[in-house]
């Protein structure tokens, strides 16, 4: 079974940066395309950015463009998401989630907390 944990989530002011990191495990990290979403309160949950396996081709939605990088470490089984000049409408639950078919995600962490004061 796969499991995903995040973490490095917590308060920033705007302009600051985190990285949060993705813990997976249950079977073979390289397989799976991995992505990150989030959801604000409120709101529905929404895609912040992808990577694939072996090429590492990145895709990102168009307000962290920019400002947010999303990589991963095949050796250590992790995928990271560094946040650069954050801003308050960044604050939202940040959830991991990792999937073999395209598009398609099939498993997903608690999510980490991202609180970005103006």
């Known amino acids: 079974q796969v499991q995903l944990v995040e973490s490095g989530g917590g308060l920033v002011q705007a302009g600051g940066s985190l990285r949060l990191s993705c813990a997976f495990s249950?079977?073979?990290?390289?397989?799976?395309?991995m992505g990150w979403f989030r959801q604000a309160p409120g709101k529905e949950r929404e895609f912040v950015a992808a990577?694939?396996?072996?090429?590492?081709?990145?895709t990102y939605s168009n307000s962290v463009k920019g400002r947010f990088t999303i990589s991963r470490d095949d050796a250590k089984n992790t995928v990271y998401l560094q946040m650069n000049s954050l801003k308050s409408e960044d604050t939202a639950v940040y959830y991991c989630?990792?999937?073999?078919?395209?598009?398609?995600?099939?498993?997903w962490g608690q999510g980490t907390q991202v609180t970005v004061s103006s």
């Open positions: 989630a990792a999937g073999i078919r395209t598009s398609v995600y099939d498993y």
């Open positions: 249950g079977r073979t990290f390289s397989r799976d395309r």
């Open positions: 990577i694939s396996r072996s090429s590492g081709t990145t």
